[in-house]
């Protein structure tokens, strides 16, 4: 078993700091108030063995309130009152530098805490270290200084999640759709350098790629391009390609009938989509932004967007090519063919493409066999979100970050150049916990926590409020997300609903569990399930009305928090069978990753909870390889076309380094931990093996926390 220290190293764990630190209180009260070696020999034998059940690494803090609980348990009052002004005293001598042994063990490489934060970053990367150090000072002086201290002990606590309290100090926003129409269209700028109108296809992808790195260095959220945007350039590169082959065709007195030369045109004008389709996923997977990590990039893929048939029938070239490519993979380092985590892939299903008569049903076809392989494109029905935002059908913001319908003066819909400010997730499990069971309390805390996150929300808003253009010109003069001037604040960006606001949501299953005893999924149930999402729904709805700013509830996709949620529910309460009794709560609405229920039964349930998470969320369902079963995937996929606006199919996608194993890669535990090991070698060497897994929304690779790394490990097939 192992111990994660406060500078987020992890030790064995050694149950004589345990007999020290307690024979060290126990000597400084008198004697008849002292007691006994064996009832010290117990309580610490009590700690390691709560410690254990846990299933997980407990931190040094979980392990000093289980000795305090104990020397309670045992009547040692006095002993326990000293024991906890020893913990006081040395909390004071610490906080007398927040910083220094967090950054120190991120330099060495030690911190197993930063290490499973993000499973798409490697730790090791100077530049991804350069991040952290960054941001360990970030959140230092966000908590000490910047945010209200009740704000920052309910955070500590689980109570809420103030997410990405690394990048606060700074005043950035989370996540976008970046207006790549108006940036080729018209010219944007980039690090001082005037890039004007592409003249082909190819110059068009390249532009984008820079831009996507140069968005994503200013933001720490996802963004979104759409590749409509990039398809008025097919047009433009055929008729530079005519104009080539025409003299080409003189200088050598050729004369081709119209067809050959047309076939000629056509067949250099594929090339080069291929060549610009492969820039923009190399060069996303290959780039490495200020924050150590390839660019959280989603391409949407939306017929519905072109502008005329011509239009329409390149953008599918473009789609075609961009799944083929994806099918294929990209080659690691030993030259084998793997899934990438990105660029994330969002293929709109519509009357265009759904039926098997429509026209552009072959997409769709291939869209089914590249999700069979890769877990990538997910599906948007245009059918569901036509329902839901005023007949518009649109990308989400990264994974799902999702806008409201918006117009401009002119009374036209906009979403392109829109944003996320930042997002505060309320732990529903906590709110039921705290109330007992009792209907009328959990409602009154129920106020008081939303009341909270309103006020971290306003934090947030209030920071980007007064904001320069001038700190990012990529995002907030040349197009990305306006056309601001020089010295003008983005305050009237923040407001009028033009940009969103998160109220993330946790645990929806577990909070159902305890106040009714039943799941979500149980017909008895459902109701209050519904009432708890309309309540937060009403909360975003009277805070949009009171300030105008773009209120809307998340569902949050929990990468590292489910971990932290379930300890701090777990030291707050203790172990409550089917509540906290495993390393991770579920994420927003969704059924428990570990219930029986079929794939269609799955998605139409979560329909009427993601209906009501305006702010954004997907759904997924888990099933087996069915790279031989295409027929089953599409008509998952039509099902979702039917009922569900955004969700996605898992499978798994694993490849060991050691001896070129390509089937699934197992989770296994080994001393009280859950690790990756290959079935055929044995190989347990993390950086010796590529494991492609949904976080929820997107993919991660193997470098997950001890919690989610249980989530994946708990999950049932739903086919």
């Known amino acids: 078993m192992k111990v994660i220290k406060r500078n987020g190293t992890e030790v064995p764990f050694d149950i004589t700091k345990i007999l020290v630190a307690i024979g060290k209180a126990n000597d400084m009260v008198e004697e008849a108030q002292q007691m006994t070696p064996m009832q010290i020999q117990r309580i610490a034998q009590s700690v390691e063995l709560a410690c254990i059940k846990l299933n997980r690494s407990p931190s040094v803090e979980e392990i000093q309130d289980l000795v305090e609980h104990q020397i309670m348990a045992h009547g040692a009052f006095e002993v326990a009152k000293e024991y906890i002004t020893y913990r006081y005293t040395r909390s004071l001598v610490r906080r007398s530098n927040t910083t220094d042994e967090k950054i120190l063990s991120l330099i060495e490489c030690c911190n197993e805490e930063a290490k499973q934060e993000n499973s798409n970053k490697n730790p090791v990367v100077n530049s991804t270290q350069r991040d952290y150090m960054a941001g360990e000072v970030s959140r230092d002086i966000t908590e000490r200084i910047l945010l209200p201290q009740d704000i920052v002990e309910a955070h500590r606590e689980g109570i809420i999640h103030f997410h990405d309290t690394d990048y606060y100090a700074q005043h950035m926003h989370n996540c976008d759709l970046v207006n790549l129409e108006d940036m080729l269209q018209n010219g944007t700028v980039i690090t001082g350098t005037m890039i004007e109108r592409p003249h082909s296809f190819s110059t068009a992808c390249n532009i984008a790629t820079q831009i996507i790195a140069q968005v994503a260095s200013n933001q720490y959220g996802g963004q979104s391009i759409s590749l409509a945007h990039l398809a008025p350039f097919v047009q433009v590169s055929r008729e530079k390609i005519r104009k080539i082959v025409a003299a080409e065709m003189e200088a050598i007195?050729?004369?081709?009938?119209?067809?050959?030369?047309?076939?000629?045109?056509?067949?250099?004008?594929?090339?080069?989509?291929?060549?610009?389709?492969?820039?923009?996923?190399?060069?996303?997977?290959?780039?490495?932004?200020?924050?150590?990590?390839?660019?959280?990039?989603?391409?949407?893929?939306?017929?519905?967007?072109?502008?005329?048939?011509?239009?329409?029938?390149?953008?599918?070239?473009i789609i075609k090519e961009t799944l083929e490519q994806r099918y294929q993979g990209v080659k690691n380092e030993d030259g084998v063919w793997v899934t990438p985590?990105?660029?994330?892939?969002?293929?709109?299903?519509?009357?265009?493409?759904?039926?098997?008569?429509?026209?552009?049903?072959?997409?769709?076809?291939?869209?089914?066999?590249?999700?069979?392989?890769?877990?990538?494109?997910?599906?948007?029905?245009?059918?569901?979100?036509?329902e839901y935002k005023e007949g518009n059908c649109f990308p989400v913001m990264g994974c799902r970050s999702n806008l409201s319908p918006w117009k401009d003066e002119n009374g036209n819909y906009k979403f392109y150049g829109r944003f996320n400010q930042g997002v505060v997730t309320l732990n529903l499990v906590d709110i039921a916990l705290s109330s007992g069971g009792n209907l009328e309390k959990f409602w009154k805390i129920f106020d008081e926590r939303l009341e909270l996150c309103y006020r971290a929300l306003m934090c947030r808003h209030n920071r980007l409020k007064g904001t320069l253009s001038d700190v990012a010109p990529i995002l907030w003069q040349y197009?990305?997300?306006?056309?601001?001037?020089k010295g003008e604040t983005i305050d009237k960006l923040l407001v009028g609903g033009y940009s969103t606001i998160s109220l993330g949501y946790a645990g929806l299953y577990e909070c159902v569990k305890y106040m009714t005893g039943k799941s979500h999924t149980d017909e008895s149930a459902t109701p209050f399930a519904l009432e708890v999402m309309k309540h937060m729904n009403d909360a975003?709805?009277?805070?949009?009305?009171?300030?105008?700013?773009?209120?809307?509830?998340?569902?949050?996709?929990?990468?590292?928090?489910?971990?932290?949620?379930a300890k701090c529910l777990q030291r707050r309460f203790g172990i409550i069978p089917g509540i906290t009794d495993k390393g991770y709560i579920t994420n927003s609405y969704h059924v428990h990753v570990s219930e029986e229920i079929n794939a269609f039964d799955k998605l139409k349930f979560e329909a009427q909870f993601q209906h009501l998470s305006t702010g954004g969320a997907i759904s997924y369902v888990e099933v087996p390889d069915m790279q031989n079963n295409l027929e089953a995937v599409l008509q998952v996929m039509k099902y979702i076309y039917e009922n569900i606006m955004y969700a996605e199919l898992n499978t798994k996608s694993d490849y060991c380094q050691v001896c070129g194993w390509d089937g699934e890669i197992n989770i296994v535990e080994e001393?009280?931990?859950l690790i990756w090991k290959c079935p055929k070698c044995g190989n347990t060497d993390q950086n010796k093996m590529n494991v492609a897994r949904r976080t929820c929304g997107y993919i991660g690779t193997q470098f997950w926390n001890q919690g989610r790394t249980q989530e994946i490990r708990d999950r049932v097939l739903h086919l």
């Open 341 to 386: 985590a990105f660029p994330k892939l969002i293929y709109v299903l519509e009357e265009d493409n759904i039926h098997e008569d429509s026209k552009y049903y072959y997409l769709t076809k291939l869209a089914a066999k590249c999700t069979a392989k890769r877990m990538v494109p997910d599906y948007i029905s245009e059918k569901k979100m036509k």
């Open 479 to 485: 197009g990305a997300c306006a056309r601001l001037k």
């Open 671 to 673: 001393d009280s931990k």
């Open 540 to 565: 975003c709805n009277n805070w949009k009305k009171e300030t105008t700013i773009g209120f809307g509830i998340y569902g949050t996709p929990l990468e590292s928090t489910t971990y932290k949620f």
């Open 253 to 317: 007195g050729a004369a081709p009938s119209e067809q050959v030369f047309n076939e000629l045109v056509e067949k250099r004008l594929q090339d080069e989509v291929r060549a610009g389709v492969q820039t923009i996923q190399y060069q996303v997977l290959t780039l490495l932004t200020t924050n150590g990590q390839a660019p959280f990039v989603t391409v949407f893929m939306y017929l519905g967007e072109a502008k005329n048939e011509q239009e329409k029938a390149d953008l599918a070239l």
